[in-house]
């Protein structure tokens, strides 16, 4: 299974389009959307809007593959759990956030081990592709110290079991 998702604050549609059209065109139905406030009405994945952050996690661990926005909660969340993960960052010049943090925090993470970054449908669709040989993180690639991920856990409201 494929779980996809855009975090709580905003609707990305461009992401959840981007994978709709790959499962449709592929004939792909084990996708599961955290949508949001998604406007789109997903022809090949299932999607919903929101969930208890209990579920999330259990469709984290279920997956074979995350895919998601540039955010710091699915990144951690991804290599704590040894998934491999696709980022799409949101983009300021498409309205799809206040400004371009996620492009900074893509760049930051783009060479890591186990962190896939695709800038466009095209590149997301490439990477989708080739899911089976994308791997996780290696367990001796920690993406930040203890105690930076515990405070970033406690801001995010994730807890320490997240």
């Avoid at 208890?52 to 984290?60: C, G, H, L, S, T």
């Avoid at 926005?69 to 696709?86: F, M, S, Y």
Wanted: proline share 6%.
């Amino acid at each position: 299974m494929i779980f996809v998702t855009v975090g709580t604050q905003l609707p990305f549609d461009r992401l959840v389009k981007a994978v709709d059209d790959w499962a449709a065109s592929r004939g792909i139905k084990d996708v599961v959307a955290q949508a949001g406030q998604s406007k789109l009405d997903a022809a090949a994945i299932r999607t919903f809007p929101a969930a208890p952050q209990a579920q999330i996690e259990e469709y984290e661990r279920a997956a074979q593959l995350i895919v998601g926005h540039a955010g710091i909660g699915t990144i951690l969340a991804a290599a704590e759990l040894g998934k491999p993960l696709i980022i799409m960052p949101r983009r300021r010049c498409f309205g799809e956030h206040r400004n371009d943090h996620q492009l900074a925090t893509a760049d930051r993470f783009r060479e890591r081990p186990g962190i896939y970054v695709a800038m466009s449908a095209e590149e997301l669709h490439a990477l989708l592709d080739g899911r089976d040989a994308l791997a996780p993180a290696p367990e001796s690639e920690p993406i930040g110290s203890p105690e930076l991920i515990q405070a970033l856990r406690e801001f995010l409201g994730t807890g320490a079991g997240a």
